[in-house]
């Protein structure tokens, strides 16, 4: 590429770094003052802001309130499901004829026709000088209780 004679004066005459230094001496520029107040633009766009901000608070509040619900009752199922489940493994166990043979012996002390029961009796209890000989000592059972009251209606002056 050929320089023309203007360019090459231009570059030989005068180095890049005069021409800039020149250039500063003879217009030297000069910073506008910022206004420091808000436009009227940038206010109008905070109360925008401001509103968005105001009118979507109360529906998030909503949002989050319903699935905090969503979640206690997501486990409130769960705890129904497990109780179900229980219930429903018992309910099949009392479907079995043996389970329910046994529970009939076990709570109300029943037996098979023609089996011999035996029930085991705790051993008297000596009475005690300080108190009354007519008491007898309670018992937990139906039966116990069926037993006390007929060995004192055979034994009224005490045992």
């Known amino acids: 590429m050929l320089r023309t004679g203007r360019d090459t004066n231009r570059s030989t005459s005068r180095p890049a770094t005069a021409r800039r230094a020149a250039a500063a001496d003879a217009a030297t520029r000069t910073n506008?003052?910022?206004?420091?107040?808000?436009t009227g633009r940038a206010t109008a766009l905070g109360l925008v802001l401001l509103a968005l901000m105001l009118?979507?608070?109360?529906?998030?509040?909503l949002y989050l309130d319903q699935r905090a619900q969503i979640e206690q009752l997501m486990l409130s199922q769960a705890k129904q499901r497990a109780t179900i489940g229980q219930l429903a493994s018992e309910s099949a166990k009392w479907n079995d004829p043996a389970y329910v043979a046994a529970q009939a012996?076990?709570?109300f002390q029943m037996v098979q026709p023609g089996t011999k029961a035996y029930v085991v009796l705790p051993a008297p209890q000596p009475a005690s000088k300080s108190g009354s000989s007519?008491?007898?000592?309670?018992?937990?059972?139906?039966y116990g209780a069926l037993w006390s009251a007929l060995r004192s209606a055979?034994?009224?002056d005490g045992p």
């Open 105 to 107: 012996r076990a709570r």
């Open 32 to 38: 506008a003052e910022q206004p420091r107040r808000l």
């Open 154 to 156: 055979d034994h009224p």
């Open 55 to 61: 009118a979507y608070a109360y529906p998030v509040r």
């Open 134 to 142: 007519t008491t007898a000592k309670k018992s937990t059972t139906w």
